[in-house]
């Protein structure tokens, strides 16, 4: 589990197809304290540790997660996913006793969403995505999402897009200042939002 609190900015070094998608993430963490097998959120997703280096870590990548997130591009851009030298936002899994600082991410994403337009407010950034259809019932204002990993505060909602502010401190310390229109945005929706909507559907 994890919070949607970014605590590093990790840069993709290598990329090598074996089956499956391996990655090498470069970090500012200790990796002398990280165990292979720990979860580390990369973008929002939810990787395990395969290998390590005095400053990297090796994940391995599913094609069923590929079809998911914004990590294996789309079928019409296949070359829009993760390339070397793209920067990730990472969080380690939460341990018993942190701080609950946003909110709880499983790190299992959900869907792609399209920004689809971005208003400088004050010194903020609105940013306003379009989400997948079958995911925009989840998505309720003042409620919770987790975008790149990120746990961000709804503004508004209207059908299948919707609205967040970033504040300079976020931008700062994620990838958020370097997003742009036409970007795909890994989504995951509040887990407290999908089993409210599942009740409402039993009843």
């Not at 990790?10 to 074996?18: A, D, K, Q």
């Not at 019932?137 to 975008?147: D, E, H, Q, T």
């Amino acid at each position: 589990m994890f919070t949607g609190i970014i605590t590093d900015v990790g840069t993709v070094t290598e990329l090598e197809r074996r089956g499956d998608l391996r990655a090498r993430i470069a970090t500012h963490y200790d990796t002398a304290g990280i165990d292979i097998g720990a979860s580390i959120a990369s973008d929002g997703v939810c990787l395990t540790v395969i290998d390590l280096g005095p400053d990297w870590y090796d994940v391995e990548i599913s094609a069923e997660t590929l079809s998911k997130t914004n990590i294996g591009g789309t079928d019409n851009d296949p070359s829009g996913g993760w390339q070397t030298g793209k920067k990730v936002n990472l969080e380690r899994a939460l341990k018993v006793g942190d701080e609950l600082g946003g909110h709880i991410v499983s790190g299992h994403v959900d869907g792609v969403a399209e920004v689809i337009a971005m208003a400088e407010e004050g010194d903020s950034t609105r940013i306003t995505f379009r989400a997948p259809a079958a995911l925009a019932r989840f998505i309720a204002p003042k409620g919770s999402v987790a975008l790149n990993g990120t746990s961000l505060t709804v503004n508004e909602v209207a059908g299948e897009t919707f609205g967040i502010n970033v504040i300079p401190h976020t931008q700062q310390v994620t990838t958020w200042g370097q997003v742009r229109v036409g970007d795909r945005i890994n989504l995951e929706v509040d887990t407290l939002a999908r089993y409210v909507a599942r009740l409402n559907e039993a009843g």
